[in-house]
Antibody, heavy 116, light 107 residues
């Protein structure tokens, strides 16, 4: 069974940093690209970042480019999102999702709240 | 960026109804259109990928069609568990983008 479990969220002040993790199981992690997607409270879905299976290709949404860094450790079956210079508008539930004809499996999400 | 426009934003329907949800892309996305269902407090679930391919485990009452810029999701006979929000999503080009959703409500 495919499982994706996010962690690392919490309450953080504007301008500070936070690093999210997503541990994958139930499939060969190193064979798939991975994504981060977020959803602000009561709002729609926003794709944030993508990393290819071997980390050769990385793409970001304009709203996070230069502030967020996606990475992965295939030996640990883990995806990361390093978030810096956080803003109130980054407050959202952050999901990791496997890339396969779009996003076929999602985690349950981890909440990030940016507030003073 | 490709803008995805869904209509209607809210749809009221009854159990047993046949409903159609619409999604329009601001430019040609070929067949690279997915549909997701999201229930309150849950992660989105993939229903349809690449316009008309039913994801494993999804009931056959769900179907998708379209091409280019105009796409539809049809639910042939609404069941109580189908009342949720539905998002379309394009993965033809970066940045990947979602529609703003259609909330399917019980009439």
């Amino acid at each position: 069974e495919v499982q994706l479990v996010e962690s690392g969220g919490g309450l953080v002040q504007p301008g500070r940093s936070l690093k999210l993790s997503c541990v994958a199981s139930g499939f060969t992690f190193s064979n798939y690209g991975m994504n981060w997607i977020r959803q602000a409270p009561g709002k729609g879905l926003e794709w944030v970042a993508y990393i290819s299976s071997g980390s050769s290709y990385i793409y970001y949404a304009e709203t996070v480019k230069g502030r967020f860094t996606i990475s992965r450790d295939n030996a640990k079956n883990t995806l990361y999102l390093q978030m810096t210079s956080l803003r109130s508008e980054d407050t959202a539930l952050y999901y990791c999702a496997r890339h396969n004809s779009g996003f076929d499996y999602w985690g349950q999400g981890v909440m990030v709240t940016v507030s003073s | 960026d490709i803008q995805m426009t869904q209509s209607p934003s809210v749809l009221s329907a009854s159990v047993g109804d046949r409903v159609t949800l619409n999604c329009k892309a601001s430019q040609n996305i070929n067949k690279y259109l997915n549909w997701y269902q999201q229930k309150l407090g849950e992660a989105p679930k993939l229903l349809i990928y690449n316009t008309n391919n039913l994801q494993t485990g999804i009931p056959s009452r769900f179907s998708g069609s379209g091409s280019g810029t105009d796409f539809t999701l049809t639910i042939s006979s609404l069941q109580p568990e189908d009342f949720a929000t539905y998002f379309c999503f394009q993965h033809n080009s970066w940045p990947l983008t979602f529609g703003s959703g259609t909330k399917l409500e019980i009439k």
